[in-house]
Antibody, heavy 120, light 108 residues
Framework: QLLESGGSLVQPGGSLRLSCAVS????????MSWVRQAPGKGLEWVSI????????YYADSVKGRFTISRDNSKNTLSLQMTSLRPEDTAVYYC???????????????WGQGTLVTVSS | SYVLTQPPAVSVAPGKPARITCGGN??????VHWYQQRPGQAPVLVVF???DRPSGIPERFSGSKFGKTATLTITRVEAGDEADYYC???????????FGGGTKLTVL
């Protein structure tokens, strides 16, 4: 079970923190990702973090503005978003990988998503 | 950045097969995964590692790959298969995960 929260309406240039509460598996054993989907558009990978939290990668579109993190003691994945732009408007999904290392892998399962709207 | 190319739309009659393609230079060397996204729902993995099927996914769903093209085949399409389908792989050059643009499957 993956349950996202934290989505809301925010002004351009603002900040927001998303969370993903996880249950049903040993959280620290698996890498986790954020994937977003703008209204009416396709899927875009945003960021991944390894099971230990030591390694993270970001899409070029968010690098330097977003920070992924995890608290393995609380089974929680987070995405801190700063300097938000209208083009960041999307449903943000958290998703589990099958390995701890952030390497060749797929996304399964996905949460239901949380909507972030960046608008003045 | 690396691009995976999918047809925007595919239409098929019920009971007929549907084939959705995904093209890209790295398909021959990387594992391809496929997702189904019904309207208003989160994506669901239907094929992984080119041709494997997760538990709970009907045998009607299968994946294949040849050269620079991967194909998701749905045999005997049903109304419930109407959805958007996305291919995905990992770009080893950039350590980025890449999705195709998506294909809308319409059941006539």
């Amino acid at each position: 079970q993956l349950l996202e929260s934290g989505g809301s309406l925010v002004q351009p240039g603002g900040s927001l923190r998303l969370s993903c509460a996880v249950s049903g598996f040993t959280f620290s054993d698996f890498a986790m990702s954020w994937v977003r989907q703008a209204p009416g558009k396709g899927l875009e990978w945003v960021s991944i973090i390894s099971g230990s939290g030591a390694t993270a990668y970001y899409a070029d579109s968010v690098k330097g503005r977003f920070t992924i993190s995890r608290d393995n003691s609380k089974n929680t994945l987070s995405l801190q978003m700063t300097s938000l732009r209208p083009e960041d408007t999307a449903v943000y999904y958290c998703a589990k990988h099958r390995r701890s290392a952030p390497v060749d892998d797929y996304f399964d399962p996905w949460g239901q998503g949380t909507l972030v709207t960046v608008s003045s | 950045s690396y691009v995976l190319t999918q047809p925007p739309a595919v239409s098929v009659a019920p009971g007929k097969p549907a084939r959705i393609t995904c093209g890209g230079n790295k398909i021959g060397s990387e594992s391809v995964h496929w997702y189904q996204q019904r309207p208003g729902q989160a994506p669901v993995l239907v094929v992984f590692d080119d041709s494997d099927r997760p538990s709970g996914i009907p045998e009607r769903f299968s994946g294949s790959k040849f050269g620079k093209t991967a194909t998701l085949t749905i045999t005997r399409v049903e109304a419930g298969d109407e959805a958007d389908y996305y291919c995905q792989l990992w770009d080893t050059t950039t350590d980025h995960w890449v999705f195709g643009g998506g294909t809308k499957l319409t059941v006539l």
